[in-house]
């Protein structure tokens, strides 16, 4: 079974500092995919990230880095210096291969940036 | 290029009632799928479309049920309406299926907020 549990319900952390979003996932298949997606208020979801279960090297995209380990099964999100436009609902997903257009989402991290 | 686009934009029902909500796709993208995303939870997979034919199913009641057409449009129901399907209902598109070695990402509409009293 797939499950992916973001532990974080809530955090709230003033511009600039560093925060970091975190994501543990089960799946019994060796071969899956993992995603960071944002949620703003109007309720689209924004497509952040795809990892490949092969592929553990650790990503940065500008402010946004994420590190993927195998061995605790997470996949975490940070953010640098944040900004108040990173306030959003942030949510982790899987997909097994076999069934790979089927995601599964954490409960999702409502992430709060006051200036 | 327009993105997905669903409609409508917001509904309001009563229990018991029936509701469909629509869906079009990136112009080429060959696969829809439904989301549930109940306020408060991450999203919930409820049905993929592909070629017209339904390709995954997630555990939702017989009371939903969808369908796509020849243009890859797809439409959402929901026959006797509860409570508890008060709910965002998303629609994603892909250009099709993905393989083991391959991944069709997935693009999100800005969904359809349906309330039932």
């Known amino acids: 079974a797939q499950k992916v549990t973001q532990a974080q319900t809530e955090i709230s952390v003033v511009e600039k500092e560093d925060v970091t979003l975190d994501c543990v996932y089960e799946?019994?298949?060796?071969?899956?995919?993992l995603f960071w997606y944002k949620q703003p208020p109007s309720g689209e979801l924004v497509f952040l990230i795809r990892r490949n279960s092969f592929d553990e090297q650790n990503e940065i995209s500008g402010r946004y880095s994420w590190n993927f380990q195998k061995s605790t099964s997470s996949f975490n999100f940070t953010i640098t210096a944040s900004q108040v436009v990173d306030s959003a609902v942030y949510f982790c997903?899987?997909?097994?291969?076999?069934?790979?257009?089927?995601?599964?989402f954490g409960q999702g991290t409502r992430l709060t940036i006051n200036p | 290029d327009a993105g997905v686009t669903q409609s409508p934009t917001h509904l309001i029902k009563t229990r018991g009632q029936h509701v469909t909500l629509r869906c079009s796709p990136i112009?080429?993208?060959?696969?829809v799928s439904w989301y549930q995303q109940v306020l408060g939870q991450g999203p919930q997979f409820i049905f993929q479309?592909?070629?017209?034919?339904?390709?995954g199913r997630g555990n939702f009641p017989d009371r939903f049920s969808a369908r796509q057409f020849p243009n890859y449009s797809s439409e959402l129901n929901v026959n006797a309406l509860l409570l508890g399907d008060s709910a965002l209902y998303l629609c994603?598109?892909?250009?099709?299926?993905?393989?083991?070695?391959?991944?069709?990402?997935?693009?999100f509409g800005p969904g359809t907020r349906l309330t039932v009293l």
């Open positions: 994603a598109s892909s250009l099709g299926r993905a393989g083991l070695s391959s991944y069709n990402e997935q693009f």
């Open positions: 479309y592909y070629e017209k034919e339904e390709r």
């Open positions: 112009s080429g993208h060959k696969s």
């Open positions: 997903a899987l997909s097994e291969a076999k069934r790979a257009q089927k995601l599964v």
């Open positions: 799946t019994r298949d060796t071969t899956y995919y």
